[in-house]
């Protein structure tokens, strides 16, 4: 298979990791021409789909947990735009 897209990196141009492993376990089919024609000129997409082939993806599900109060008292100042860090400083000491 000839890369040419560069060299071994993944680039702009290559659809992402998830969208690789969406069109391979058959989720989206309307990119699957233009994500197969890719694959044939780029050495990394293929290689990564080859590694998804032998060790797939697992998702799992992971419940979220309480906010420690510091840390959601941090975010609540940056999305006010008041940088307090003092809540930061108080939940890297605890």
Do not use: W
Not at 65 to 75: F, K, M, N, S, T
Not at 76 to 93: F, G, H, N, S
Request: glycine share 4%; net charge negative; charged share 30%.
């Amino acid at each position: 298979m000839v890369n040419r897209m560069g060299s071994f990196v993944k680039t702009k141009e290559c659809p992402s990791s998830e969208r690789l492993v969406a069109v391979q376990s058959g989720e989206v089919v309307e990119e699957l021409d233009r994500i197969e024609r890719h694959l044939e000129v780029c050495e990394f997409c293929s290689a990564e789909v080859d590694f998804y082939e032998r060790f797939p993806p697992v998702v799992e599900q992971v419940e979220a947990g309480p906010i420690p109060e510091p840390l959601r008292q941090l975010a609540e100042a940056l999305l006010r735009e008041r940088v307090d860090l003092r809540p930061l400083y108080k939940l890297a000491t605890h």
